[in-house]
């Protein structure tokens, strides 16, 4: 019996469809990989941001408002406030340019930037619901110690437990697939993310695609800090 030389053509096909397979497995094991390096550097990016808004509040008396998505050139990523020191939007563009920051997470898309009334506009315009009716920040404060944020953090769109309330900024990155800051798209805790409101998903509900990361600082923090600087008495 003659002995065969090389491969048949079953074989090769056998060959080129186990490689195919290990070449999937791998290529999504590095994609796995980057998406996990991406969400680490987004994390250490979102806590510089966090030092970042706490300086600005403490130099300035109040937090930043919020840039507008749709703003001329000149005024991209500038915090916008009306004439009498009011944000004209509570949520909107991370304001990159007032901060001097980057203006995109780790998957190029912009931030969304929630902050509550009673810590952005300026004295004595907004004190927050939690203070006297007649309350009134100290001179050059947007807020005291009585002031509260209007920001509420929820676990996902179907429980509904409440992880943290009364804050006064939060900070939203999409993740690798979500629609980016007030697109008006996404399903189930990401659309609720890209929407204008009070109420924000930390997590996604069992089986839902979810891979939004959120931050934010809470009152004590805010208020520790410009109690700290001598801001407030």
């Known amino acids: 019996m003659a002995r065969r030389n090389g491969y048949s053509l079953v074989e090769l096909a056998i060959v080129l469809v186990v490689v195919g397979l290990m070449l999937q497995g791998t290529l999504g094991a590095v994609k796995t990989l980057r998406q996990a390096e991406l969400r680490q550097t987004e994390q250490r990016q979102q806590a510089q941001i966090g030092q970042t808004l706490l300086a600005f509040a403490v130099r300035t008396g109040h937090l930043p408002c919020p840039a507008a998505l749709n703003a001329a050139p000149a005024q991209q990523g500038m915090e916008a406030r009306d004439a009498a020191g009011r944000c004209r939007m509570q949520q909107g563009e991370l304001p990159w340019r007032t901060l001097s920051i980057g203006r995109r997470d780790a998957w190029l898309r912009p931030y969304t930037y929630r902050v509550s009334a009673s810590f952005a506009d300026l004295a004595p315009l907004s004190p927050g619901d939690s203070c006297a009716r007649d309350a009134k920040p100290p001179a050059g404060m947007s807020f005291m110690l009585c002031s509260s944020g209007d920001i509420t953090l929820l676990d996902n769109v179907e429980d509904r437990n409440v ?71």
């Open 163 to 233: 992880i943290a309330q009364r804050i006064p900024l939060l900070l939203i990155a999409h993740g690798a697939h979500g629609p980016g800051a007030l697109t008006q798209r996404g399903m189930g805790g990401e659309g609720r993310n890209s929407q204008i409101g009070t109420e924000f998903i930390v997590a996604g509900a069992p089986g839902e695609a979810f891979d939004d990361l959120l931050f934010w600082i809470n009152n004590e923090r805010l208020v520790e800090m410009a109690l700290r600087a001598g801001r407030l008495p």
